[in-house]
T-cell receptor, first 110, second 114 residues
Framework: RKEVEQDPGPFNVPEGATVAFNCTYSNSASQSFFWYRQDCRKEPKLLMSVYSSGNEDGRFTAQLNRASQYISLLIRDSKLSDSATYLCVVNPRGNTPLVFGKGTRLSVIA | DAGVTQSPTHLIKTRGQQVTLRCSPKSGHDTVSWYQQALGQGPQFIFQYYEEEERQRGNFPDRFSGHQFPNYSSELNVNALLLGDSALYLC?????????????FGSGTQLSVL
C-alpha cells in the first residue's frame, strides 16, 4: 500500500459546484497533514494544514479522520481559478520528509 | 524579500552526461530539500541539507549527490544521466521552526534527458 493515495483525476466541474477530494495514508502514527496546490508546470504551494478538529479557510474546508486514516478537502462555489492539481501531503513521523500523493487534477469549467 | 530561486529553469542533456542544479533558499531559511517530480506524479524526496551536511535521504541512488554552501545555497548533482531522470527538480527551503513542514518551493528546473 502506498504511503499516500489520492482519488484519481481529473475532476471536471462547472463553476459554482462543490467538489470534494479524499486522500488515505498508510501510517497510523502520521502526525501532520497538508493540502498543497500545484498549477500546471509550477511549484507546489501550501493551501492549508489539516487539523484534527477540521479547519476552514474561505471556500476551502479540510477534515482529518484519524480512525479511518483519511483526509478530505472540500471546495465550495468553485471558481475557474481553482483549476489546478491538489496534492495531499503527510508527515509520517515528525522530523521526517513530507510524503506527497500523486495529486488530483481539478478543472473548473465555465 | 526573494523567495526560493532555482537555476537553470530548463535543461536538456543526453544520457551519460552530468548535470548540476542550483538553489538559493528564502531569506532566513537554513535548510534546503530537493524533490524530483516526474510527469503525473507527486514530488519524491531526494535529500535534505542543513549546516552544510546531508541530514536525510530518500530512496535515490548514489548518482544523486548534493552540497550546501555556507550561505545556505545548495547544489544537486546527477551523474551518468538516464532517460528516467527526466523530471521537474524542485528545491524547497525551510527554517528551524519547521524543517520538514513549512516548505517553500522554488519554481523548479525542468530536466530533459535525451
Amino acid at each position: 500500500r502506498k504511503e499516500v493515495e489520492q482519488d484519481p483525476g481529473p475532476f471536471n466541474v462547472p463553476e459554482g459546484a462543490t467538489v470534494a477530494f479524499n486522500c488515505t495514508y498508510s501510517n497510523s502514527a502520521s502526525q501532520s497533514f497538508f493540502w498543497y496546490r500545484q498549477d500546471c508546470r509550477k511549484e507546489p504551494k501550501l493551501l492549508m494544514s489539516v487539523y484534527s478538529s477540521g479547519n476552514e479557510d474561505g471556500r476551502f474546508t479540510a477534515q482529518l479522520n484519524r480512525a479511518s486514516q483519511y483526509i478530505s478537502l472540500l471546495i465550495r462555489d468553485s471558481k475557474l481559478s481553482d483549476s489546478a492539481t491538489y496534492l495531499c501531503v503527510v508527515n509520517p513521523r515528525g522530523n521526517t520528509p513530507l510524503v506527497f500523493g500523486k495529486g488530483t487534477r481539478l478543472s473548473v469549467i465555465a | 524579500d526573494a523567495g526560493v530561486t532555482q537555476s537553470p529553469t530548463h535543461l536538456i542533456k543526453t544520457r551519460g552526461q552530468q548535470v548540476t542544479l542550483r538553489c538559493s533558499p528564502k531569506s532566513g531559511h537554513d535548510t534546503v530539500s530537493w524533490y524530483q517530480q516526474a510527469l503525473g506524479q507527486g514530488p519524491q524526496f531526494i535529500f535534505q541539507y542543513y549546516e552544510e551536511e546531508e541530514r536525510q535521504r530518500g530512496n535515490f541512488p548514489d548518482r544523486f549527490s548534493g552540497h550546501q554552501f555556507p550561505n545556505y545555497s545548495s547544489e544537486l548533482n546527477v551523474n551518468a544521466l538516464l532517460l528516467g531522470d527526466s523530471a521537474l527538480y524542485l528545491c524547497a527551503s525551510s527554517g528551524e521552526q519547521g524543517r520538514n513542514e513549512k516548505l517553500f518551493f522554488g519554481s523548479g528546473t525542468q530536466l530533459s534527458v535525451l
